[in-house]
């Protein structure tokens, strides 16, 4: 989750791009807004960017964002669905106009004599639905599959006389009894079991079919067959957020990081996605067990716990944790680690949102194993000189919390004892003036500094910190090649300059950049400014 105290805190980087639904909360942790989108980051980014060509509404909803959360499925149809169920379960202030009303289209089954087949928005008992379907065309599509594989009529009364479909062999025709009431009822099982998902009958009578055929030399239908086969295929994605299933379940996903360890959690009901959760706890030994019980203290259980890793150690450890929660509950809960299916999917699915999360601090592993650091970089402070000739020498610093601006931690620095272009002794004062003030005042020190130059600027900062009796990590990072300097060695160090570690500096390094000029142009402005109005007077 990203929390966002002003719209200038908004920090795209933070969000990933992989597919999924985005909720925007107030400060009150009230959802305003539940949209899809195929790249999380840009959506998310374009309500931030270009504001002011926005529509009323949209600024307003903006305008009230302190949260954003976010949860990242397998594909678009996954983020239709799961927008749908979020939608109906929040009903969201801004939703409601645009989502409201927003219902998905079902393929039926009518129960008549002899069913026919349909489209609906609105299921009732009267028909047998499924779906539901969130693209009008793969709909389409498949009901006129069903309609040729298995004859099935789609006229909404019996007409006195066979209609085309029956001509063009699309129809097996009941109006003109040319099949009976038992018959055609075995076309509809069938239709009814394709509509499911079990493709397996379908396909292997479709393939002897395309194989008579070709025997027979009846090529153009072979080939039609063939066609029908690759359809199948393309309509036969699964779409694991909104499984049939009657039971609810948890799916929680461990991850250990580090002296951490991530959790994911969503919450399934009826075999609809529901909800999600994260948590960063201190690792130690059964962490996973302690964690499921002081979850289930506060939470209600469900049917069914789906996990991603062994959290007992035989079968009998496992019965008692399901004998555990079992009274808890007041009904049997049961404990399953998939190895295929659905349920097993859905744990891939929950280990994705952790992978989403742990992003960030394999970025700062990396960097603490290349740097030699002696702990995670958690905070990070960079500075950058900025100046036009001699005049409007100024400095700013940025300071990053767990990969993230920390814009209270932000500094300007206008030079007290350097009054001409001199980078190096600007860098100097700086970070002289900086530490010493942090060491008056108690407050503690950054895990890792970061320079906006190479060896000259770097040494001028590390002189800095002697004076100070301070050793504090001290890296310089040169825009030419994005080397990397020490004061302690001779040579610059190269890394892979997309590798998750050099991103992060560089996202870092060129924030400070452009705060520090955002304050030197400032400078400039004001400089104008005073002169237009001493001119004028």
């Known amino acids: 989750m990203l929390q966002i105290e002003k719209i200038s805190d908004f920090n795209s980087s933070d969000i990933p791009t992989q597919t999924g639904v985005y909720l925007y909360k107030n400060a009150s942790d009230d959802v305003l807004y539940c949209g899809k989108a195929k790249n999380l980051r840009a959506r998310v980014k374009s309500y931030f ?9 949209t600024r307003r909803l903006v305008a009230q964002i302190r949260q954003i959360d976010w949860i ?3 594909n678009e149809v996954e983020a239709l669905l799961l927008e749908n169920r979020l939608i109906k379960q929040h009903q969201p202030k801004y939703n409601v106009v645009l989502k409201d009303a927003k219902t998905f289209a079902y393929i039926a089954l009518s129960k008549d004599a002899f069913p026919r087949i349909f489209s609906t928005r609105k299921p009732t008992a009267k028909m047998d639905v499924f779906g539901a379907y969130t693209n009008g065309t793969t709909r389409h599509e498949l009901q006129k599959m069903v309609i040729q ?11 006195k006389k066979a209609c085309l479909n029956f001509y063009i062999n699309r129809c097996s025709a009941p109006c003109i009894q040319n099949i009976n009431q038992t018959d055609y009822a075995v076309q509809v099982e069938r239709a009814k079991a394709f509509l499911s998902g079990d493709l397996k009958d379908t396909l292997s009578r479709l393939k002897t079919e395309m194989q008579k055929a070709a025997e027979a030399q009846k090529f153009e239908r072979a080939l039609e067959i063939r066609n029908q086969l690759t359809r199948l295929d393309q309509l036969a994605q699964k779409q694991i957020v909104d499984t049939q299933n009657t039971r609810n379940q948890d799916v929680i996903a461990f991850r250990k990081q580090g002296e951490q360890m991530r959790v994911v959690q969503f919450c399934i009901k009826r075999g609809v996605l529901a909800g999600k959760q994260d948590f960063k706890l201190d690792y130690q030994e059964h962490v996973e067990q302690e964690f499921l019980s002081a979850f289930y203290r506060k939470n209600p259980l469900p049917h069914e716990i789906i996990v991603n890793t062994e959290i007992w150690t035989d079968d009998a450890e496992k019965e008692n944790l399901e004998s555990f929660f079992t009274q808890l509950r007041g009904a049997a809960v049961s404990l399953t680690l998939p190895q295929r299916g659905n349920k097993f999917a859905l744990m891939q699915l929950a280990e994705k949102n952790i992978e989403a999360s742990l992003e960030d601090d394999s970025a700062l592993l990396d960097l603490q194993t290349a740097l030699n650091l002696p702990t995670l970089p958690r905070v990070i402070e960079c500075f950058d000189i900025s100046n036009l000739g001699d005049e409007h020498i100024v400095s700013g610093m940025t300071q990053f919390v767990d990969m993230k601006a920390h ?74 090649n994005e080397e990397i300097y020490l004061h302690q060695i001779s040579e610059p160090l190269m890394f892979p300059k997309n590798s998750r570690m050099m991103l992060l500096l560089r996202k870092i390094r060129d924030a400070t950049h452009d705060f520090s000029v955002g304050y030197n142009r400032k400078k400039r402005q004001m400089k104008l400014r005073d002169d237009f109005e001493n001119v004028n007077t």
């Open 49 to 57: 960017s270009s504001q002011h060509l926005l529509p009323i509404k």
């Open 72 to 74: 990242i499925v397998d």
């Open 149 to 159: 594989l298995f004859k099935l009529r789609d006229c909404r009364t019996l007409p």
């Open 407 to 480: 814009k209270k931690g932000f500094r300007h620095f206008e030079l007290k004892t350097v009054s001409h272009a001199d980078d190096f002794a600007s860098m100097k004062e700086v970070v002289t003036r900086r530490y010493s003030r942090l060491l008056c005042e108690e407050k503690p020190l950054p895990n890792l500094i970061i320079i906006d130059g190479g060896r000259g600027q770097v040494s001028a900062a590390n002189e800095a910190l002697i004076s100070l009796n301070l050793t504090l990590p001290l890296i310089g990072l040169a825009k030419k």
